[in-house]
């Protein structure tokens, strides 16, 4: 006997592409839900269909959408959504989130600040959500953060698809950007390829968001780099790397991010400068205006959609770190 009565799958305003591309995948509709907000700007969500002890699933990435929708909106809608589904008795809420805000805020590295990304954990738990899909979060230790079940999935094992054939001409090395994502960068891009690690050491200038690389650690001379992080905002992290890479000999720099949120005018700068390609995935959405010929996006719509077929058919979710026991289609979005 089933344990839920079946497997739906909604979303809110902030992705809805990226939730029919994962229907697409699981060959099922996208359940029939509205969120709209009213004049006063209060957010109103309902479900046009049954839920009662259906496995639910609400796809809701906490960014900016393509339409401009902030991201204090998406947090609400994903609260609102997830407490409408519980109060109308669903077997099973999980919250899809590709990409989870305030990931930056995680500890308290400063006097009389706040840790947000662990308040907006509890939010989502209060709400009612039972368990958590995300992918690639700034710090691991962010899932120590909720008592439920949290998979966190990573785009890197798409974008290394995306590098594989590359490789095969000239030679390469992998870039940490920082020393807070060395380890993550040898784990998930430079030991599975087979290719050295160097790291950039760079310093924060105060809260502006604006960085500064300062010392590289590592050989790049004559090779082909990949600088590899978790998100590219303003770009500076990414670009004053690139600088320096070229400074030091690098024949040519890429990049590898799992999420690309581009505020202000990175996708300008990006465009401008000497990156070969920016490579990423649609876990946020990328509106046309700051599409440029440097970005490539890699959907990791099918990554998702296996592990929520997974989740619901109570099978294995880390199967999908390795790519060769789980084959999934490489499209560039």
């Not at 079940?149 to 940490?176: C, H, I, N, Q």
């Not at 990328?286 to 077929?309: C, M, N, S, W, Y």
Request: aromatic residues 6%; proline residues 4%; charged residues 25%.
């Amino acid at each position: 006997m089933a344990r839920y009565a079946g497997l739906s799958v909604y979303t809110g305003n902030a992705h809805e592409a990226f939730a029919r591309a994962i229907c697409e995948y699981l060959e099922i509709p996208l359940g029939d839900a509205e969120v709209t907000k009213f004049a006063n700007d209060n957010i109103f969500a309902k479900y046009n269909e049954n839920v009662r002890e259906r496995d639910v699933f609400l796809v809701q990435s906490l960014t900016r959408s393509a339409r401009g929708m902030g991201v204090s909106d998406a947090i609400m809608e994903l609260l609102i959504m997830i407490d409408a589904a519980r109060r109308a008795s669903a077997g099973r809420i999980t919250a899809v989130i590709p990409f989870y805000a305030y990931g930056r805020s995680d500890k308290k590295d400063q006097p009389r600040v706040p840790i947000t990304a662990r308040l907006l954990a509890d939010l989502i738990e209060v709400a009612g959500a039972d368990r958590v899909l995300t992918m690639d979060l700034h710090q691991a230790q962010i899932q120590g953060f909720f008592t439920v079940p949290v998979d966190e999935l990573t785009g890197f094992r798409m974008l290394r698809e995306y590098f594989r054939d590359l490789l095969k001409r000239g030679s390469w090395v992998v870039v940490a950007p920082d020393l807070g994502f060395a380890n993550e960068a040898r784990k998930l891009f430079a030991e599975p390829l087979g290719l050295p690690l160097a790291l950039v050491q760079k310093r924060h200038l105060g809260n502006t968001g604006e960085t500064e690389a300062m010392v590289l650690i590592g050989e790049v001379h004559g090779r082909k780099a990949i600088i590899v992080d978790d998100e590219i905002d303003m770009g500076g992290t990414v670009l004053n790397a690139v600088d320096l890479l070229l400074e030091q000999g690098a024949t040519e720099v890429h990049a590898a991010v799992a999420h690309a949120t581009l505020s202000r005018d990175a996708a300008e700068k990006l465009e401008a400068s000497r990156l070969k390609a920016l490579v990423t995935t649609d876990s946020v959405p990328i509106p046309p205006e700051k599409r440029r010929d440097k970005i490539e996006v890699i959907t990791v719509a099918p990554l998702f959609g296996e592990a929520i077929r997974r989740i619901h058919e109570g099978e294995s979710v880390g199967a999908l770190f390795d790519s060769t026991s789980v084959q999934l289609p490489l499209r560039i979005s």
